[in-house]
């Protein structure tokens, strides 16, 4: 005798089928059910769903550089902190083996008066790296007073990965994306979490630690639920 087979409702964890019911239940009159969708996904519902990466980081050392050359950033030192969070980011979960630290960069920049002249690639085999990320900013808003409710802070880079090796064609350095303007990636605040933060300084380190989020997850496997388990 053949086993009877499983209905796909009855295989889901009480939870998740709880959120199923809700969603009919609530959708079932409607239209358009994409403001109920939520509620389905905050009892469980897709927090499973596994997000693959973008691009896997070669294996060896990476070097990361944020680079400013507009000077849109008002402070400073979030890139920093982009640079640290994003390294300490990816080591955690094991996207690549090895971070030149933030501190061997910055001592390099003090002591290189060409530093800021140095090509990426030639700049990562200066500093031991196998590969460089490197991030541009090209959009950085946080303002001191905050008025506009529905985005009081933002920030938006481009993302490229090189390589450091010397054979390789010019037109072969970069390694991702294919787009020669990177892969771009934002992060925001509203004003409610702005006002929170309690200075125009910790919206930017806060954007540095969402950015850095964000930026990691091209390069490692995710779930759908830790965007916002981490409050992003």
Request: charged share 25%.
């Amino acid at each position: 005798m053949n086993p009877r087979p499983t209905s796909p409702i009855r295989a889901l964890p009480s939870r998740s089928l709880l959120a199923l019911l809700v969603a009919v239940m609530l959708c079932g009159p409607l239209v358009g059910c994409g403001r109920y969708a939520g509620l389905a996904y905050f009892f469980g519902a897709g927090r499973k769903v596994k997000i693959e990466p973008k691009y896997e980081l070669p294996e060896g050392t990476l070097l990361i550089i944020v680079d400013d050359p507009a000077e849109r950033v008002t402070w400073p030192r979030a890139r920093d902190l982009l640079e640290r969070y994003l390294g300490e980011e990816l080591l955690a979960h094991e996207a690549v083996e090895q971070v030149v630290s933030p501190t061997a960069v910055a001592r390099f920049r003090q002591s290189d008066p060409r530093f800021e002249r140095y090509a990426a690639t030639k700049l990562g085999r200066k500093l031991g790296a196998d590969t460089v990320m490197w991030i541009e900013v090209r959009e950085f808003f946080a303002p001191t007073e905050v008025q506009d409710t529905s985005q009081a802070a933002s920030m938006s880079v481009s993302v490229k990965v090189l390589t450091t090796q010397e054979e390789k064609r010019a037109d072969r350095v970069r390694l991702w994306p294919r787009d020669a303007g990177g892969e771009i990636v934002e992060a925001e605040l509203n004003a409610i979490d702005a006002h929170k933060m309690g200075g125009n300084q910790a919206v930017a380190r806060e954007l540095a630690r969402r950015g850095s989020i964000l930026i990691g997850r091209l390069f490692y496997q995710h779930s759908v639920g830790d965007i916002d388990d981490e409050g992003i």
